[in-house]
């Protein structure tokens, strides 16, 4: 698949601030990345750098909810257990093959400008929120009551995020391991059994 200059700088903007946050990560260094006209940064992004941060974690947020549909589709026998399971292996895999140089560029981008970018924060809540809401959706198919997805869904994300964070600081994949292994019976435990 052929992306266009506009497209590679969004997901080249994403993959730069997984490994150097948003603050680090330089127009002319996303530029470069996705090999894109120099010129052509102006010409797509007049918002500047905010613009294409927006883009690019807008991007991420929906790879991410993509992925659960994808990981989930490889399930045999599916529970919530498997389905966490399944997400943090992407990671392990990642880490585990390519080092703990690159995490996830939703939480680069909130750590980086939280406090500064009302704007970013609002567009990775809004990543946060497109990717829990398939989470919630595929607890729900396996049986886990509509009134406690939603919730289980933010409790998966946030400790697979911070188990990220962990693995990277540690340079190990122990804390995805662990988070899977002590929510496991939890999220299998919240299927409903009533029919």
Do not use: N
């Not at 080249?12 to 948003?22: D, K, M, N, Y």
């Not at 127009?27 to 294409?52: I, N, T, W």
């Not at 662990?178 to 009533?194: K, Q």
């Amino acid at each position: 698949m052929t992306r266009t200059p506009r497209e590679r700088m969004v997901l080249s903007a994403a993959q730069l601030v997984r490994i150097h946050g948003v603050g680090a990560t330089g127009m002319r260094d996303v530029v470069a990345h996705a090999e894109a006209p120099r010129g052509s940064l102006q010409h797509y992004f007049p918002g500047g750098k905010d613009q294409l941060i927006a883009e690019a974690v807008t991007w991420a947020g929906g790879y991410a909810a993509r992925r659960v549909a994808r990981v989930a589709a490889k399930i045999e026998d599916p529970t919530p257990g498997k389905l966490f399971a399944a997400m943090a292996g992407q990671w392990r895999d990642e880490f585990t093959a390519q080092g703990y140089d690159a995490g996830c560029p939703l939480v680069a981008t909130v750590a980086d400008v939280a406090a500064t970018s009302d704007d970013l924060r609002e567009a990775v809540g809004k990543a946060f929120d497109g990717w829990q809401r398939p989470v919630a959706a595929t607890l729900e198919e396996y049986g886990v009551p509509v009134a406690r997805s939603a919730s289980l869904a933010v409790l998966m994300l946030s400790a697979l995020e911070g188990a990220i964070v962990l693995a990277r600081a540690h340079q190990d994949v122990a804390p995805l391991d662990t988070v899977v292994a002590e929510l496991r019976p939890l999220l299998d435990g919240a299927v409903s059994t009533v029919d």
